[in-house]
């Protein structure tokens, strides 16, 4: 089935500059990388997704890019504000009958004002 | 809170007890899954439920059951429990269950606190 492994586990920035978040994944066939941020004590919430047949998305300061061959794709926050603050997950789905997500073990993003 | 709710919020029960976890969503979907959230360690998916039919049970130990009585509301049933079982357990909806070339983000429910005494 597919791993997926997400660095680092702890990342603190200072407001305004950029964040980067790293995960691979061992599933050739995923074809769909969603990214979750959860807030302290919320639900996990999608911010932005990339599917396979892209190289990079970006959604104002959000950006994810996706390296197939290396198997490898990263979230990117600039311009990081102290609402960026939670813990953001990674996933690669499958293409198995469920199609299911696996997740990253999170990341906690700490904005320092 | 709309979209996808869970109750109870937090639960505290006894390894003998049997208790029930519920999730209902009020956005149309098909497809419905429960995920544990322990800390430090990746959302682990549990269940998946497409059209009320189960499609995805990781070897999940029997002492949780799960229960679909239809397309809103999803149920996980709990009983002799171990403290390792203490964790947040999420429900998550999608309009439908993935197709190959096609995309469905998942929407969380708020959680269930869960811990096993």
């Known amino acids: 089935g597919e791993n997926v492994e997400q660095h680092p586990s702890t990342l603190s920035v200072q407001e305004g500059d950029s964040a980067v978040i790293k995960c691979t994944y061992s599933?050739?066939?995923?074809?769909?990388f969603p990214w979750y941020k959860q807030e302290l004590g919320k639900r996990p919430q999608l911010i932005i997704d990339?599917?396979?047949?892209?190289g990079e998305k970006k959604d104002q300061r959000i950006a994810v890019t996706l390296n197939k061959t290396a198997k490898h794709f990263s979230l990117h926050i600039t311009e990081t504000q102290p609402e960026d603050s939670a813990v953001y997950f990674c996933?690669?789905?499958?293409?198995?009958?469920?199609?299911?997500?696996?997740f990253g073990s999170g990341t906690q993003l700490t904005v320092l004002p | 809170e709309t979209g996808v709710t869970q109750t109870p919020r937090h639960l505290v029960m006894g390894m003998t007890n049997k208790k029930s976890l519920k999730c209902e969503q009020h956005?149309?979907?098909?497809?419905m899954y429960w995920y544990k959230q322990s800390a430090k360690k990746p959302l682990e998916l549990m269940f998946v439920?497409?059209?009320?039919?189960?499609?995805e049970n990781n070897s999940v130990p029997s002492r949780f059951s799960p229960e679909c009585p239809n397309s809103s509301h999803l149920f996980l049933h709990l009983h002799t429990l171990q403290p390792e079982d203490s964790a947040l357990y999420l429900c998550?909806?999608?309009?439908?269950?993935?197709?190959?070339?096609?995309?469905?983000?998942?929407?969380f429910g708020p959680g269930t606190r869960l811990t096993v005494l």
């Open positions: 998550a909806s999608s309009q439908y269950l993935a197709g190959v070339s096609s995309y469905n983000e998942q929407f």
């Open positions: 599933d050739s066939a995923s074809n769909y």
């Open positions: 990339i599917r396979s047949n892209v």
């Open positions: 996933a690669a789905r499958d293409t198995g009958s469920a199609r299911q997500l696996t």
């Open positions: 956005l149309g979907h098909n497809a």
């Open positions: 439920y497409s059209l009320e039919e189960r499609v």
